[in-house]
């Protein structure tokens, strides 16, 4: 694809999200709809920001080529991750699932061959402590998993 092209077809993609999430939170109680609606308006505008800086590129340098075929297999194997990482988030718990989010994550951007120690405990902290502040600073809970439940 052309440079730029990339970027105008995710744009479209993303107000298409934004105006789905803005219109799906109107049947939220009012107060809870403010800050998906936020968000969502959010989402658009810099939609709308990135469609523009596509055109802008697509026009500037017409000839340019993008997108090689590796950029599309981390898209395509993240979103995988992703995926799985939904499918296993109720049964195993949000630590131990997040744990292995990050990790792979790591691993398939390639930053995890570097130093595996630094990796393994980049995402022990990191998980450790967004548990410990949406678990016990906001009092959000947080799915536990048939290894914590009592």
Do not use: Q
């Amino acid at each position: 694809m052309k440079k730029g092209t990339d970027d105008v077809l995710l744009s479209l993609v993303l107000m298409l999200l934004g105006v789905f999430a803005f219109f799906e939170s109107g049947s939220f109680p009012s107060i809870a709809a403010h800050f998906p609606r936020r968000m969502a308006a959010l989402l658009m505008l810099l939609s709308c920001a990135l469609f523009l800086v596509g055109l802008h590129t697509r026009k500037k340098n017409p000839k340019a080529e993008t997108g090689t075929a590796s950029s599309y297999r981390n898209v395509f194997l993240l979103t995988g991750i992703i995926a799985v990482y939904i499918l296993v988030l109720d049964r195993i718990g949000y630590v131990i699932s997040t744990i292995g989010l990050v990790l792979a994550v790591i691993y398939a951007l390639g930053y995890g061959n570097r130093n595996r120690n630094r990796a393994i405990l980049a995402a022990l902290c990191s998980v450790l402590l967004a548990f410990a502040v949406f678990r016990f600073l906001l009092g959000v809970p947080l799915p536990l998993g048939a290894f914590m439940e009592g």
